[in-house]
C-alpha cells in the first residue's frame, strides 16, 4: 500500500534561521497537503499541491510538489517561536484516503 | 460556522469494552472520516462516511465500526478493546468524498487499561 515518508523526524531550530523538512511517497500522488499540529492540539489544513513541480508560498512557508509527484517539502524562513509545532504531509492518490507522514516535530530556540 | 467538534475529550475503559465516540461535522460538510494517532505518530486512515454510507476503509479490524446520520454527524464504535487501541481518535470533516483538505475536531483521547 501507500506509504508515505517524512524526514527528519525532529528539527531544532534557532529563531531566525531556515528549515526544509521533507516527504516522499511510494506512489505517484494525485495531490498532497500539508497540515500543522500545535503539541496538545489537533491537525490544521495549510495548503494542498495538485500540479507537478507546484510551488506556493504563504508568508514564510514554501511548499513544493516534485515533478514526478512522488516527493514534496516545506521551508521555512526566518523561524520564530509561533512556528513550534509538527508538521505532517499527506498523500492523496485518486481515492478517498489520506496516508499521513509520521511528522516533523519543530522546536524553536530563542 | 460551527467547527468540528467531537465528545468525549477523554475516555478510560478497560480491555474487552466497548466504546462509542461521536462527532459533527462543520457546517457544509457531508463527509466525515476517522483517524487514529498514536503518540508521536502522524494519524492513520479508520474510514470515511459520505451520504451516510462507508466510503472507504484503511487496514483496521472489523471491530472499528461507524455510522452517519441524516444530518452528516457521526459516530466511530469499537469493541472488544485492546491495550494498543489507546490512542487520540480524530475525527474530520470535508466539502464532499475523496481526499480533499480535513477539518479536524479536537480529538478523543482513549485510554485503555
Known amino acids: 500500500g501507500q506509504q508515505v515518508m517524512q524526514i527528519p523526524q525532529y528539527q531544532h531550530v534557532q529563531e531566525g534561521e531556515d528549515f526544509t523538512t521533507y516527504c516522499n511517497s511510494s506512489?505517484?500522488?494525485?495531490?498532497i497537503q500539508w497540515y500543522k499540529q500545535r503539541p496538545g492540539g489537533h491537525p490544521v489544513f495549510l495548503i494542498q499541491l495538485v500540479k507537478s513541480g507546484e510551488v506556493k508560498k504563504q508568508k514564510r512557508l514554501t511548499f513544493q510538489f516534485g515533478e514526478a509527484k512522488k516527493n514534496s517539502s516545506l521551508h521555512i524562513t526566518a523561524t520564530q517561536t509561533t512556528d513550534v509545532g509538527t508538521y505532517f504531509c499527506a498523500g492523496n492518490s485518486n481515492d478517498y484516503k489520506l496516508s499521513f507522514g509520521a511528522g516533523t516535530t519543530v522546536t524553536v530556540r530563542a | 460556522e460551527t467547527g468540528v467538534t467531537q465528545s468525549p475529550t477523554h475516555l478510560i475503559k478497560t480491555r474487552g469494552q466497548q466504546v462509542t465516540l461521536r462527532c459533527s461535522s462543520q457546517?457544509?460538510?457531508?463527509?466525515v472520516s476517522w483517524y487514529q494517532q498514536a503518540l508521536g505518530q502522524g494519524p492513520q486512515f479508520i474510514f470515511q462516511y459520505y451520504r451516510e454510507e462507508e466510503n472507504g476503509r484503511g487496514n483496521f479490524p472489523p471491530r472499528f465500526s461507524g455510522l452517519q446520520f441524516p444530518n452528516y454527524s457521526s459516530e466511530l464504535n469499537v469493541n472488544a478493546l485492546e491495550l494498543d487501541d489507546s490512542a487520540l481518535y480524530l475525527c474530520?470533516?470535508?466539502?464532499?468524498?475523496?481526499?480533499?483538505?480535513?477539518?479536524f475536531g479536537p480529538g478523543t483521547r482513549l485510554t485503555v487499561t
Open positions: 506512489t505517484t500522488l494525485s495531490n
Open positions: 474530520a470533516s470535508s466539502f464532499t468524498s475523496g481526499g480533499n483538505e480535513q477539518y
Open positions: 457546517s457544509g460538510h457531508n463527509t
